[in-house]
């Protein structure tokens, strides 16, 4: 039985991805562009959307007039409670909303090409639960937000190293040894974060735990947003200056190797970048499952397997799909919606449409 | 179930019942042993430093859940257990496997309360200190019901409990005990559009804008500045004016029903009306402890209960002042 994880998932040799992919736009330049400018285009308007709505009733043109009076003279019309609610509830929750969402879109198509599984996202590999153990710790622990965010980051890319360090045999880690690892470290994370659950106190810091393993931006501030930038600056963009090496990698390592591309280093290198991803998303917004896995399916299929397309249209559309998500989860209701929940709820049918698709292309085994 | 004579050896499992069972009983004597939650719940607010002998008694009782360990209580050999009576009968089995008495309570409401009060009298064989509590209880009520009887509903300030602040905000919506003690003490709800207990974002709050905002007793370290000093939330009519207060911790935290729950209402009261409520809230505090603890508490302990460290500027809490 040839298992699922051999199957090659990225530009292969023989031109079989067109199947996966079928909006591949490198043979229609016009296409390309139009296609780069919707996806510019998506997550500007799904900003513009959730900088408009809200439980708070603002006209559009006091949002506008409140966000441009920071930089041109305009005399203010709107009152003070609409500027506070656009400029500190609403601006920094729609920019951190799209950080995460992009971030995770990365993380997951790079996790994708590297371990040539299409299945796999930052939960898969232990990322994301090993951050909500140091996170859910440093709650306990009674820590202020910054606390919470370096106890998430460092757990988080702890796990990534004891799961490689799991996977290597001989000096290199096999894609499903990874996945394996990854399992392993996840139950022992999530056997942690329970511990953590079972000391916290059910009346002050269970409560707490519990709805930040939900996973929520509602709490967002500029500091979390400088946070969360800054390792979706770091991590994209090693993770872009990668992106070639990422396509060669998805190959398989053989021909990875025989091509030259030092395989241990950059897989060490792609999985650090995309701890440092989800560390980040996981400090600032609790665990967001879903969008790092379907997310780059839909982006594939749009752009094609490339990753120095793949991963930005990954995470443009994952920008905007988590904006669109918390935009839901802010306003359907006078109380919050998870979040987490939400992009479950959107996440895992758009998934198994995907992969149904794919499926059916004969693409995936 | 039936017990042969009043009980003299309980083990506590319900975080709130421990301190229940030591005002109805008079003391710490006839706790065997408690969850550790509960014990922390004692050892944090007053009763720890009126009962020192507190610290003693085994907390070893129930794990994760409330999960009975019964071996330790067997070597309690209790002669009656408390257990939650709403959590699911898991609990509940093998305590009543192994033969234990166990008294179930179902908590949340007034009315649950009134029974926890009734029940433990009546298991302790002190019935008429419960129906003395229990009469208190009610004349209080009544006293307030009758003071905002002909209170208009525009009259009634918007006030929103916050169950949770540092970590994710939850609110009490309707149907929970914060919004019967907002009623009774003459407020109006500010979430009651909400059912329960639910996370709301500050927009939400900006939206309900109340003009008393209470927080919880749970936080510890929750105070009202979180909430003046917050870039949104001091827009809210009650940041701006200066009514934001942190629910007072006695023999136990004031927030959910206790014995102590009537000196919480007369405290919200008197901050909402103290034109229609006027108590001496100190003297009140330390008459109740006479009789329900045997304890007089100085004029340190009522400052603490009382928080005034951390609100005593706070409008309208002069009063509460030593």
């Known amino acids: 039985m040839t298992p699922m994880l051999a199957v090659p998932f990225g530009p292969s040799r023989s031109g079989e991805s067109a199947r996966v992919t079928v909006g591949d736009p490198s043979a229609h330049p016009w296409r390309t562009m139009w296609l780069w400018t919707l996806l510019l285009l998506f997550p500007l308007a799904c900003l513009a959307l959730s900088l408009g709505i809200g439980r708070l009733a603002v006209p559009p043109d006091h949002v506008a007039g409140i966000l441009l009076a920071r930089w041109l003279p305009i005399e ?94 001989d000096g290199a880690a096999r894609p499903l040894t990874l996945v394996l690892a990854g399992v392993v470290v996840s139950a022992f994370a999530g056997a942690l974060t329970s511990l953590v659950s079972w000391l916290a106190d059910p009346q002050s810091t269970l409560a707490a735990i519990v709805y930040w393993l939900m996973g929520s931006v509602a709490a967002a501030s500029f500091d979390e947003v400088g946070l969360c930038a800054t390792s979706a600056i770091l991590g994209g963009g090693l993770l872009l200056l990668l992106a070639f090496r990422i396509d060669l990698l998805s190959l398989g390592d053989a021909d990875a190797a025989a091509l030259g591309v030092p395989i241990e280093p950059v897989r060490w290198a792609v999985l650090a970048a995309v701890a440092l991803l989800v560390a980040g998303t996981v400090a600032v917004a609790g665990v967001v499952g879903w969008v790092g896995l379907a997310v780059p399916h839909l982006a594939r299929f749009l752009v094609g397997p490339t990753h120095g397309r793949l991963l930005p249209a990954s995470a443009l559309l994952g920008g905007g799909f988590l904006l669109l998500v918390d935009c839901a989860a802010r306003t359907l209701t006078a109380a919050e919606l998870p979040l987490g929940m939400l992009t479950a709820l959107v996440g895992a049918p758009v998934f198994a449409l995907l992969l149904r698709r794919g499926v059916r292309a004969g693409s995936l085994a | 179930m039936a017990l042969d004579a009043p009980v003299r050896r309980v083990v506590a499992i319900p975080i709130p019942s421990a301190s229940m069972l030591v005002a109805v009983s008079g003391g710490t004597e006839r706790l065997a042993a408690m969850n550790h939650l509960a014990k922390t719940a004692i050892l944090e607010g007053v009763l720890g430093e009126f009962f020192p002998a507190a610290r003693a008694i085994p907390s070893d009782v129930a794990g994760d859940g409330f999960v009975p360990n019964v071996e330790a209580i067997l070597a309690r050999r209790p002669d009656l257990v408390l257990q939650w009576g709403d959590r699911g009968p898991d609990i509940v089995r093998p305590l009543t496997e192994v033969g234990l008495p166990v008294l179930l309570l179902r908590y949340g409401t007034e009315d649950l309360a009134r029974d926890w009060i009734s029940m433990l009298g009546i298991a302790t064989g002190e019935r008429e200190r419960a129906e003395r509590l229990l009469e208190w209880r009610a004349a209080i009520a009544g006293r307030l019901t009758a003071a905002n009887a002909d209170l208009s509903e525009t009259a009634r300030p918007k006030v929103l409990y916050f169950l949770r602040f540092l970590a994710g905000q939850q609110v009490a919506g309707r149907d929970t005990y914060n919004d019967f003690v907002i009623r009774l003490a003459g407020g109006r709800n500010a979430a009651a559009e909400l059912q329960g207990f639910k996370p709301v974002g500050p927009e939400q709050v900006l939206v309900m804008d109340p003009d008393v905002i209470l927080l919880n007793g749970f936080e510890e370290a929750l105070e009202p500045r979180h909430v003046l000093q917050h870039p949104v939330l001091r827009a809210t009519r009650a940041a701006r004016t200066g009514r934001v207060y942190k629910m007072p911790l006695g023999g136990y935290r004031w927030d959910p029903p206790s014995q102590e729950s009537p000196l919480a209402w007369l405290w919200l009261a008197s901050l909402l009306h103290p034109e229609r409520v006027t108590v001496d809230l100190r003297a009140t505090i330390a008459e109740l402890y006479g009789w329900l603890y045997g304890r007089t508490p100085s004029a340190g302990q009522l400052d603490r209960i009382l928080r005034l460290s951390i609100q005593g500027d706070a409008p309208g809490y002069a009063p509460f002042n030593g």
């Open chain 1, 76 to 169: 203010p019309r709107w009152t003070e409670i609409e500027a506070r609610v656009v400029e500190f509830v609403r601006l920094p929750r729609s920019v951190l909303a799209l950080l995460v969402g992009a971030s995770l879109g990365m993380a997951g198509a790079a996790l994708q090409g590297v371990l040539r599984n299409p299945l796999v996202g930052p939960q898969i590999v232990g990322v994301s639960s090993g951050a909500a153990f140091g996170g859910a710790l440093a709650i306990l622990l009674g820590a202020a937000d910054a606390g919470v965010m370096a106890a998430a980051f460092l757990t988080g890319l702890g796990s990534v190293v004891v799961v490689h360090g799991l996977a290597r045999v």
